[in-house]
């Protein structure tokens, strides 16, 4: 492809209003963040309980790079599995209640990696259409025969289920949806898989830290035990505040994804710090149960104004609350009217969601004030007037 195909790719999505840039921020992630000299609301960010930038966390990553230094230097399998590494994998098994836990490097990975070790030509994979990119990608470098069903749509997965002849069958959801906040209902979910033997994984990235009593996510809250949920996902870049991502399940699993997962054998380790600094914030997000308190109060204020406004919301409970506006130019229109206020906010556009559905995805942190909740309240309004 020549110089000038490209450039003529990216004047289309220019003219689309497709086209992506990126935003240099000057200091840490939080409530606010720094571009340039402007200081701005910043409601864009996963840093949900608000620990990337917590003091406890960054002297536990300072203290583990004085003694393990910046790079791990190898591969996991080679000589880069630090004792912070295991400890930390030792710890997200306890926290989620599974036998093992495997770190690997982004989430990414960890679903990409995970898939293709699992399944191969022959088998069939099930997803909601919602998925996060990273379990479609997966699905699709796996070989596995991939059928979509419509977002939430149970009674099609049942009969997709029914209708399937091979033996080895997985379903795969996200726990929490990325881009529109809802829940999947999970409990259904293995009530389907175990009726059709079919295993199932749960991608809870955004709902680790943010759901359950002790922040162990969506399959917490449920009271979801290992059984019911073969292979759990999370990330620790979200809610935790830090980088990278996990895979828990029974000893067999975790097991065949050293020997097999080729997003985990042939990449190099995450720096050892990256894993203190997430043992302190797995520590605080277990024993500051306040942070989600007010998360759930801070989502009600939104979402109670938001009604007051006319915005159109969607089913959400968690700290993602989309705003659907309907078309890229509206979302573009609104989201650079709300950084002339001062105020960051995501603007998602198709073909990231369905068209007609493109929205601003609003996040918030516990961190936030309700004087910002309400400042960015008002700052819709103009927005959409």
Known sequence: MSDWELSSELDELKHQQLYRSRQIIEGAQGAQVRIGNTLYDNFSSNDYLGLANHPDVIKAFQQSANQFGVGSGSAHLISGHSREH??????????????????????????????????????ELFQDKLNHASLIDGGRL?????????????????????????????????????MDGDEADVKALVSLCAESNAMLMIDDAHGIGVLGKNGGGLVEQLSLTQQDVPILMGTLGKALGTAGAFIAGSDELIETLIQKARTYIYTTAMPPAIMAATRQSLKICQQENWRREKLT???????????????????SKTPIQPVVLGSNQAVMSASEYLKEKNILVGAIRHPTVRKSSERLRITFSANHTE???DGLLCALEGAIK
């Open 86 to 123: 295991h400890a930390l994998e030792e710890e997200l098994a306890e926290f989620t209640g599974r036998q093992r836990a495997l770190v690997f490097s982004t989430g990414y990975m960890a679903n990409l990696g995970t898939l293709s070790a699992l399944l191969h030509e022959g088998d």
């Open 142 to 178: 796996s070989g596995a025969r991939l059928r979509r069903y419509s977002h939430a749509d149970l009674n099609r997965l049942k009969q997709l289920l029914r209708s399937s002849s091979e033996a080895k069958k997985m379903v795969v959801s996200d726990g929490v949806f990325s």
């Open 297 to 315: 109060a801070l989502i009600a204020q939104f979402r109670k104004g938001a009604q007051q406004l006319g915005l159109q919301l969607m089913p």
């Open 371 to 373: 004087a910002q909740v």
